[in-house]
T-cell receptor
Framework: AQSVTQPDIHITVSEGASLELRCNYS??????LFWYVQSPGQGLQLLLK??????LVQGIKGFEAEFKRSQSSFNLRKPSVHWSDAAEYFC????????????FGTGTRLQVTL | NAGVMQNPRHLVRRRGQEARLRCSPM?????VYWYRQLPEEGLKFMVY????????ESGMPKERFSAEFPKEGPSILRIQQVVRGDSAAYFC??????????????FGPGTRLTVT
């Protein structure tokens, strides 16, 4: 069965600092990969996705993620964090080739200090 | 284009009552997914529906829970005889019919169910 691991439960960074959130997956093939952000009391917003092709994908709000097949990872990065980025971030995977359920990681809560 | 709509946003039920959660997908989307988020946890898949069909209900508890997506109207997640452990946020997502968009799920704001 596929699974997603986000090893960092909680991360604190200073505003303006760079950010990297880790995501590792376990799956028989290369799945479709997603990062979502959830603000308190809100639904999930899609930040970016990887289906195939260029392993560095750009998303909204200045986020990017890099797919590394050898490491089964899809880490999320941002060069300079803004206070408004404080939220919970979820990595998710889905099987390729067919619409199907997403399997989510447990999330990383990002706190931004001023 | 309105996003995924869910109502109610907050629902309080006493133990033993029924809870009905509604989800209207984005316009043009015919695939609906329900997920449950327990406090301090990630989202867990419950059920995937297309119009008038349940495609995958592998994450749905075998008893008390049911889902439908009729030809007309919203998708409904129904929980009978609620218990305190059903307290959670329930999220609906939808995706388009064709193309790569099929694999992108857009989430609603969720319904927060509290069982007292």
């Amino acid at each position: 069965a596929q699974s997603v691991t986000q090893p960092d439960i909680h991360i604190t960074v200073s505003e303006g600092a760079s950010l990297e959130l880790r995501c590792n997956y376990s799956y028989g093939a290369t799945p479709y990969l997603f990062w979502y952000v959830q603000s308190p009391g809100q639904g999930l917003q899609l930040l970016l996705k990887y289906f195939s092709g260029d392993t560095l994908v750009q998303g909204i709000k200045g986020f990017e993620a890099e797919f590394k097949r050898s490491q089964s990872s899809f880490n999320l990065r941002k060069p300079s964090v803004h206070w408004s980025d404080a939220a919970e971030y979820f990595c998710a995977v889905a099987p390729t080739g067919t619409a199907s359920k997403l399997t989510f990681g447990t999330g990383t809560r990002l706190q931004v200090t001023l | 284009n309105a996003g995924v709509m869910q109502n109610p946003r907050h629902l309080v039920r006493r133990r033993g009552q029924e809870a009905r959660l509604r989800c209207s997908p984005m316009k043009g989307h015919s695939h609906v997914y329900w997920y449950r988020q327990l406090p301090e946890e990630g989202l867990k898949f419950m059920v995937y529906l297309q119009k008038e069909n349940i495609i995958d209900e592998s994450g749905m508890p075998k008893e008390r829970f049911s889902a439908e997506f009729p030809k007309e109207g919203p998708s409904i997640l129904r929980i009978q005889q609620v218990v305190r452990g059903d307290s959670a946020a329930y999220f609906c997502a939808s995706s388009p019919t064709v193309g790569q968009g099929l694999y992108e799920q857009y989430f609603g704001p969720g319904t927060r169910l509290t069982v007292t």
